[in-house]
């Protein structure tokens, strides 16, 4: 899932059509396609899959019909669209989902609507590729008709319309989800809309609580950003909020976190400064927090992401990995996977650029262990700089 912020974009989604490119894209002619596709694969063997993911091949043709036109664009045209995903806006971003003790789990996210000049056609877009992927993969759609007339008004706000997510297990179907905007009827009737769709689901009662735990400081500060539906075949399907803390520290996460039953606060803010290199402000780019909701709890999440942005708070990727597999070895994880990963993705040093490594976070559950995830962008169209030292500080200049 990515966690880009609109804020911190060159540009807006849909406000212009700039073009970046990257070493790569203008001295070959590799398409888009090409580019990801290779990733994929790359990255699939450094987590120990065969065949792309489940051994049917599916996982690759399903990311090229998910971009549809946008696979045979070629990189040195720059992207399609000034997407929302990736911060260099390619519509695509990888993922590895790390448990102690269980195999490393490979996922990926695209942005089927990737070509589209207005936010109505990429919806549209989007959901003709959703359910070109259900009827290949036999899953139902109804979840995200139960809400259609929410996500997709006729004429829509925000900065995305639909992504398409897969996570690839072994021996198991992929799991499928979609990420929808609360914001498409606006940013002000974004927790309107939130409260709405968690009672279409049955979660009607768990609004008063994550209004007043998770969106305490008004929404240019505690900013609803997604929600996501797991589509297919999940042993427990979840109903998802993202809600954006901009300016805030770990200690505040941490008590929001306490909505989870349990103790994980103290666990998450520790993430926190580990993840963001020191205990300061998060004054850049904002922490992320996930709510997930169950059957198994109506009321009250059964699941909590903290999602740390690293690459705003990391001088550069060299850094963030180091970070990365600091966390992971204090789960009792395979951090060697991080390093099969980056050469998996590219051929560059770590320290010529920062933003590869995009994401980690910490996923803690009422019934499963906790989970690391790491988030890797392409780098399809531009390489980011390293960030300047009080920068990467992640305090309060």
């Given at each position: 899932?990515?966690?880009s912020?609109?804020?911190?974009?060159?540009?807006?989604p849909y406000?212009a059509r700039g073009?970046?490119?990257s070493?790569?894209?203008v001295t070959?002619?590799?398409?888009?396609?090409?580019?990801v596709r290779?990733?994929l694969?790359r990255l699939?063997?450094?987590a120990?899959?065969?065949?792309?993911?489940d051994g049917?091949g599916l996982p690759?043709?399903?990311?090229?019909d998910?971009?549809?036109?946008a696979?045979?664009?070629p990189l040195?045209a720059?992207p399609?669209?000034p997407?929302?995903?990736?911060?260099?806006?390619?519509?695509?971003?990888?993922?590895l989902?790390?448990?102690?003790g269980?195999?490393?789990?490979?996922?990926l996210l695209?942005?089927p609507g990737?070509?589209?000049t207005t936010?109505?056609?990429?919806?549209r877009l989007?959901?003709?590729?959703?359910r070109?992927?259900?009827?290949?993969r036999?899953?139902s759609?109804?979840p995200?008709?139960?809400?259609?007339?929410?996500?997709f008004?006729?004429?829509?706000h925000?900065?995305?319309a639909?992504w398409?997510?897969?996570?690839?297990r072994r021996d198991l179907?992929?799991?499928i989800?979609?990420?929808?905007?609360?914001?498409?009827?606006?940013?002000?009737?974004s927790?309107q809309?939130?409260?709405?769709?968690?009672?279409?689901?049955?979660?009607?009662r768990?609004w008063?609580a994550?209004?007043?735990?998770?969106l305490?400081?008004g929404?240019?500060?505690?900013?609803i950003?997604f929600?996501?539906?797991d589509?297919?075949?999940?042993?427990?399907p979840?109903?998802?909020?993202?809600?954006?803390?901009?300016?805030v520290t770990?200690a505040e996460?941490?008590?929001l976190?306490?909505?989870l039953?349990g103790?994980?606060g103290?666990?998450v803010?520790?993430?926190?400064?580990?993840a963001?290199g020191?205990p300061?402000?998060f004054?850049?780019?904002p922490l992320v927090s996930?709510?997930s909701?169950t059957?198994?709890?109506?009321?009250?999440?059964?699941?909590?992401?903290?999602?740390?942005?690293?690459?705003d708070?990391?001088?550069?990727d060299g850094?963030?990995r180091e970070?990365?597999?600091?966390?992971?070895r204090r789960?009792?994880?395979?951090?060697?996977v991080?390093?099969?990963?980056?050469a998996?993705?590219t051929?560059?040093?770590p320290?010529?650029g920062v933003?590869?490594i995009?994401?980690?976070?910490l996923?803690?559950?009422?019934?499963?262990?906790?989970?690391?995830?790491?988030?890797?962008?392409?780098?399809a169209y531009?390489v980011?700089?390293p960030?300047a030292?009080?920068?990467a500080a992640?305090?309060?200049g």
């Amino acid at each position: 899932m990515a966690l880009s912020n609109p804020r911190h974009h060159p540009q807006h989604p849909y406000s212009a059509r700039g073009k970046t490119t990257s070493a790569e894209a203008v001295t070959t002619a590799v398409t888009l396609g090409e580019h990801v596709r290779g990733q994929l694969r790359r990255l699939c063997d450094a987590a120990g899959f065969t065949d792309s993911g489940d051994g049917s091949g599916l996982p690759l043709l399903d990311l090229l019909d998910l971009l549809g036109p946008a696979a045979r664009r070629p990189l040195r045209a720059g992207p399609p669209s000034p997407s929302f995903v990736c911060d260099d806006h390619s519509p695509v971003e990888f993922s590895l989902a790390f448990t102690a003790g269980s195999p490393v789990a490979v996922r990926l996210l695209v942005e089927p609507g990737c070509t589209a000049t207005t936010l109505e056609e990429n919806g549209r877009l989007g959901l003709r590729a959703l359910r070109t992927l259900a009827a290949r993969r036999g899953f139902s759609t109804e979840p995200v008709r139960r809400v259609e007339d929410l996500f997709f008004p006729p004429v829509m706000h925000g900065s995305f319309a639909l992504w398409c997510a897969m996570d690839l297990r072994r021996d198991l179907p992929a799991g499928i989800k979609v990420y929808v905007n609360p914001q498409a009827h606006g940013r002000a009737r974004s927790a309107q809309v939130t409260e709405e769709a968690l009672s279409r689901f049955g979660f009607g009662r768990a609004w008063p609580a994550l209004r007043e735990r998770a969106l305490p400081r008004g929404a240019d500060r505690d900013e609803i950003l997604f929600a996501a539906l797991d589509l297919g075949e999940w042993h427990t399907p979840r109903v998802k909020v993202y809600v954006a803390h901009h300016d805030v520290t770990a200690a505040e996460v941490q008590t929001l976190s306490r909505l989870l039953p349990g103790e994980p606060g103290e666990q998450v803010g520790a993430f926190c400064c580990a993840a963001g290199g020191g205990p300061g402000r998060f004054a850049h780019r904002p922490l992320v927090s996930c709510l997930s909701y169950t059957e198994r709890d109506l009321e009250r999440p059964s699941g909590y992401t903290v999602h740390v942005p690293v690459r705003d708070y990391a001088r550069d990727d060299g850094v963030a990995r180091e970070r990365a597999r600091a966390v992971l070895r204090r789960y009792g994880m395979d951090a060697d996977v991080v390093d099969r990963a980056w050469a998996a993705m590219t051929s560059r040093h770590p320290s010529d650029g920062v933003g590869l490594i995009a994401y980690v976070s910490l996923v803690l559950s009422t019934w499963q262990p906790p989970r690391v995830n790491v988030y890797f962008s392409p780098e399809a169209y531009e390489v980011r700089p390293p960030c300047a030292p009080d920068r990467a500080a992640g305090r309060v200049g």
